[in-house]
């Protein structure tokens, strides 16, 4: 029976991390167009388990992206400096999608095996009828 | 068949076998994207199972000279394609393995269930 729990556990922290990380990913899409806005990325890190024994998933610290914020040229917007540029977002539309479904994919892996363990447990346990 | 019991035995280290190799794909799916993590196994269960088969089995911790029979160690996989970033789990090896434990485990409970039947209707019951 442990099994099983461990088994549950293991997928709810999968899911879990791929929830967060779809989160930043929401959130940089909505920023993609915020002046001086940069890109959350999150690590993915194993957790300690109980009695040393190897954990699931989590999701370490949320880290921006230190690379150049590109300069856009428009003397009328109202950050623009004194040579007519502006700081933009360095948000990538295509680079958070493909991240998006990457994440997605393995929610939907760690779900299927949560519903697996539930099914085995439950089979399990329909032993214990008649 | 009645002295032993052996189906019953045998039929519970599949299920077990088959519920701790789950675990053990589960923790893989978990790090599907984790840097750096290599994806363990357990050994499939005919093969615990030719070892074990034959030798004397300690069932309660006071039975002397026997085997404690117990499960292996997950061991990490040998045949995977390591990603640039050193993580080495496939989503479709691990679904596979997952599936195989699943109709296992089923497996398991279908012939402890029939012996169960058998044990019962001998005894003049239903």
Do not use: C
């Not at chain 2, 005919?46 to 088969?53: F, N």
């Amino acid at each position: 029976m442990t099994d099983f729990s461990d088994s549950l556990q293991m997928s709810v922290s999968g899911m879990r991390a791929q929830a967060m990380r779809l989160r930043l990913v929401a959130e940089n899409i909505s920023n993609a167009d915020t002046p001086g806005y940069r890109r959350k990325t999150v690590t993915f890190e194993q957790a300690a388990g109980a009695e040393g024994a190897e954990g699931g998933v989590r999701s370490g610290r949320v880290k921006l992206d230190r690379s150049d914020l590109p300069r856009i040229h428009d003397p009328a917007h109202p950050l623009a400096d004194a040579s007519g540029h502006y700081a933009g977002s360095n948000v990538d539309l295509v680079i958070e999608v493909a991240d998006s479904r990457e994440a997605q994919r393995s929610y939907e892996a760690n779900l299927k095996l949560f519903d697996q363990a539930r099914q085995m447990s439950s089979s399990l346990r329909e032993l214990l009828r008649r | 068949m009645f002295d032993t019991l052996n189906v019953f035995h045998t039929a519970q280290m599949m299920a077990t076998h088959a519920g701790t190799r789950h675990a053990v794909v589960s923790r893989n799916m978990a790090h599907a994207d984790t840097p750096g993590y290599r994806p363990a196994d357990l050994s499939p269960f005919h093969e615990v199972a030719a070892q074990s088969a034959g030798a004397m089995r300690a069932t309660r911790p006071g039975h002397l000279g026997g085997a404690q029979t117990r499960l292996p160690e997950p061991e990490p996989r040998a045949d995977v394609v390591t990603d640039p970033n050193g993580n080495a789990v496939s989503l479709e090896a691990e679904m596979l393995t997952a599936v195989e434990a699943k109709r296992a485990h089923d497996r398991a409970l279908s012939i402890y269930r029939s012996a169960m039947e058998i044990m019962r209707q001998s005894i003049g019951r239903r």
